[in-house]
């Protein structure tokens, strides 16, 4: 394992990256839960006494960050700071999240324009907040969209059909979008299909949580189980294990079967702290590494 880890940080050190789509604060305030009101069906919360108030850079700036001890360069493309903002209400003890409140700015992002011969990797991250509606990629690129509570439905893959994509990544529910129809695709054939539904990229990477990710490419199905260790918190999961497929999908393994082993380390990683509080790098994911050989 660390042999194959070291061989992708070996290969990656000197690309030059760029990262376009969505910056989002996610905010953190701890309090206490009080009971419900007596008034009106609601939950009564107060600030907890010494509580913190956590506000961190997620989406395609943790990403950047994620990246940028293990390549030469990393340039960034997004929207200004606070645009996109995610706060929740969490436990102070337990941490679990109580109510979240999303802030969204209605601005006209763009146009851009960008020229993949410039970078090694160029990484589009759209999480549906209209950053990326008016992007001009002239050529190649990876590629993930997000589903969530916002753009339910409606931030699908098939908006970027046409387009070449060098690698594609999603997660379970996503891939449902995509076809209209619930399946595990644990198997080769649900993958396939999937692959050749206007995904139009040449790799496809999707997450399927507790039961790890899945690679295909048009010849090679490879199935990588879930690294278990630590958990506080998936917050994040997703986006890190992204950024290191896109990078994956550029290196050179051995074995095929080898493609998804750092992504889904650093992934597990990711876990072991509160949303995007912390980075991948280097040297945590070696240490990571030590407790699964």
Known sequence: MRETIQSFIDQVADFKVCVIGETIVDEFIEVKYEGQSMKSFCPVFRYA???GRDVQQGGAAA???HLADFVGRVDLITNENREIVKTRLIDADDKKKHVEINKFDNKNFGPISINPSDYD???????GHGFCDQLDVNGSFHFM???????FGYNRMSKWKGLTKES????LREASLQLNEKTDFSEREAMS???HYE????????????RGAVY??????????????QIVDTIGAGDTFYAFAALSAKVKFADINQIMLVPSLAASLSCTWLCNEDEVTREKLLAHANQFV
């Open 49 to 51: 006494d010494g509580g």
């Open 63 to 65: 990403i950047a960050r």
């Open 121 to 127: 990797v160029v990484i589009v991250a759209d999480f």
């Open 145 to 151: 969209t997000q589903t969530n509570s916002n753009n």
């Open 168 to 171: 594609a990544c999603m997660d």
């Open 193 to 195: 299909r999937l692959f």
């Open 199 to 210: 995904i139009d990229a040449n790799k496809l990477f999707l997450t399927l949580g507790a």
């Open 216 to 229: 295909f490419d048009g010849t090679n199905y490879v199935h990588q189980p879930v690294f278990k260790g």
